[in-house]
Structures are given as C-alpha cells and as structure tokens.
C-alpha cells in the first residue's frame, strides 16, 4: 500500500518535471511545441515509467516527434535524475496517447449529427 502511494506521487512529480524538460530543454527540432505529457505511469518498484504524450499533427508528425523523445531518453532520464533525487530513476518508455484525437472525433460526430437533425 505504502509502495503504491509512493509511485503515485513520483508519477505525478514525473509528469510535471517531463513537460518541462521536454519544453524547455529538448533541442531536437522533431520535438516540437505540440508535445503533452498526458500521464506518466510508474511500476510499483519504481524501476519503468510508462509515459503517454499527446502529439498534435498528422501521423507522420506523431511519429517523428516519438522517435525524438525515444533519442532523447537518455538526456531526459538523467535530467529527471537530478530532478527528484531518487537512487534510481525510472527506465522511460514513450507510448503515443490518443485519447484527445479520440475526442476530437466524437466532437465532430456529435456535431454533424445536429447538423443533420437540424435541417
């Protein structure tokens, strides 16, 4: 229980120390302004952190901006190291979130439907 509390909030600081990281001190120009740390997931030993990013774009611009994050692992890593002053920072894995394409979908749908009931 105590382990679970303890990932919980090393999740949470994660999340914000990633966005700004990957703001502020990511060079690579695949990474762009358009990058969201969505949610950082941390296993119970805190040994992976599973890390979903929203990426606004089309699919080729998703990709390329994942290939620059994973080519970044090692600077962001050692940056979240020095950060949160844990023994041993989490291995990170970069997964693509596409909840908010997900809702920009239903959005859409839910709005041509009107359009369609209103004429």
């Known amino acids: 229980m105590l382990q ?3 990932s919980e909030r090393l999740s949470e600081l994660m999340q914000e120390e990633l966005s700004d990281i990957i703001r502020r001190q990511v060079k690579d120009p695949r ?3 358009f990058c969201t740390i969505m949610h950082v ?3 119970d030993d805190l040994r992976h952190a599973k ?7 089309d699919e080729s611009q998703q990709k390329k901006t994942l290939i620059g994050l994973k080519n970044a692992t090692g600077f962001i890593r050692r ?3 020095q950060r949160i002053g844990i023994r041993h920072t989490p291995e990170l894995v970069f997964v693509l ?4 394409d ?3 979908e239903i959005d859409r749908l839910i709005r041509d439907f009107y359009k369609e009931n209103d004429k």
């Open 4 to 6: 679970h509390k303890r």
């Open 31 to 33: 990474v762009g302004e």
């Open 41 to 43: 997931e941390v296993s």
């Open 51 to 57: 890390v979903s990013v929203s990426i606004m774009g």
């Open 79 to 81: 940056e979240i190291g």
């Open 97 to 100: 979130d596409k909840s908010v």
């Open 102 to 104: 997900y809702s920009f």
